[in-house]
C-alpha cells in the first residue's frame, strides 16, 4: 500500500503520481510477496544470518525466479526454489543474468509498453537497434550501459554472431541485459535466432512484444489495415 499526498493542495497531482507508480509496479508483485512469504520460514530456518538471508532474498527476486513469478509461471519458481540445496552457498554466488528481447515499436517512446519500461529500467546493459530512437534510450535507467549493435541493409554493421555472443556474455557476467530492437523482436527483427542462440548457451530468456512499424505506421496515417468487407488479409513483406 503506498499512500500519497499534497496536504490537500491538488488532488488531481496526486492521483497522476499514484498512476505513475502503479504503472511501473509489475501487475503480480502481490503474487510475488505472497511467494516469499510461503517460504520465508523455511528460508530463515536454514539461513541464520541476516545479511546472508537478504542477499538470498534479492538473488531471487531480481533473477530468474522472480521473474518467472511476475510472468505468472509461479509452479515454475516454486520448483526452482525448491531445487536450491544449500540456500547459504546461493545467496553468496553471483547473481545469474538474463537477457529481455524488448520491442520498441515503431518510434514513439508514448508507444512503449508498460512492461518494455519497467524492463529498461531494471537493465544493467542496452544492445539497441540502429532505428531505436533517442526518445526511448531516454527512458531507460541512466547509469545502464549501451551499446549500438545496429544493423543496416548494405552498410558495415555487426554481425548477428556477433550480437549473440554479446548478449551470452553480458548474461555470464550476471548482468541483466536488454536487447532493444524497433518495431517488434519476432516481426523481421532476427528475435528468433538470438532466442535459439540464448537456449544453446543455456541464458535464461524473456521476450517483451512491440507494436510493429507495419501497424504503427498505418495507425500514423489513419489507414486500417483490414476493413470489414474490403481487406479481409494483411501480409507483411
Do not use: C
Not at 174 to 192: N, S
Request: avoid cysteine; glycine fraction near 10%; hydrophobic fraction near 50%.
Amino acid at each position: 500500500v503506498v499512500a500519497v499526498g499534497t496536504g490537500a493542495a491538488s488532488p488531481v497531482v496526486a492521483r497522476r503520481v499514484r498512476e505513475r507508480i502503479e504503472t511501473m509496479l509489475p501487475a503480480r508483485i502481490g503474487d510475488l510477496a505472497t511467494f516469499i512469504g510461503r517460504w520465508r520460514a523455511a528460508i530463515k530456518a536454514r539461513i541464520a544470518d541476516m545479511a546472508l538471508r537478504r542477499r538470498f532474498w534479492e538473488r531471487v527476486v531480481d533473477g530468474p525466479i522472480g521473474a518467472a513469478v511476475l510472468a505468472g509461471r509461479v509452479d515454475e519458481a516454486e520448483a526452482a526454489l525448491r531445487a536450491i540445496d544449500d540456500p547459504t552457498t546461493y545467496a553468496g554466488q553471483r547473481a545469474s543474468g538474463f537477457v529481455t528481447l524488448v520491442g520498441a515499436g515503431p518510434g514513439d517512446a508514448d508507444l512503449l509498453t508498460i512492461k518494455a519500461l519497467r524492463a529498461l529500467q531494471d537493465a544493467d546493459v542496452i544492445f539497441h537497434d540502429d532505428l531505436v530512437s533517442s526518445e526511448v534510450l531516454d527512458r531507460a535507467r541512466r547509469d545502464a550501459a549501451r551499446m549500438s549493435v545496429g544493423r543496416r541493409a548494405g552498410k558495415p554493421g555487426i554481425g548477428q554472431d556477433a550480437i549473440n555472443r554479446l548478449l551470452i556474455e553480458a548474461a555470464q557476467k550476471g548482468q541483466r541485459v536488454v536487447r532493444l530492437k524497433g518495431g517488434d523482436p519476432f516481426i523481421f527483427g532476427r528475435g528468433g535466432e538470438e532466442v535459439a542462440a540464448l537456449r544453446e548457451a543455456g541464458v535464461p530468456y524473456a521476450i517483451i512484444p512491440g507494436i510493429t512499424a507495419g501497424l504503427g505506421a498505418a495507425a500514423e496515417f489513419e489507414v486500417p489495415l483490414t476493413f470489414r468487407e474490403k481487406a479481409l488479409r494483411v501480409t507483411f513483406l
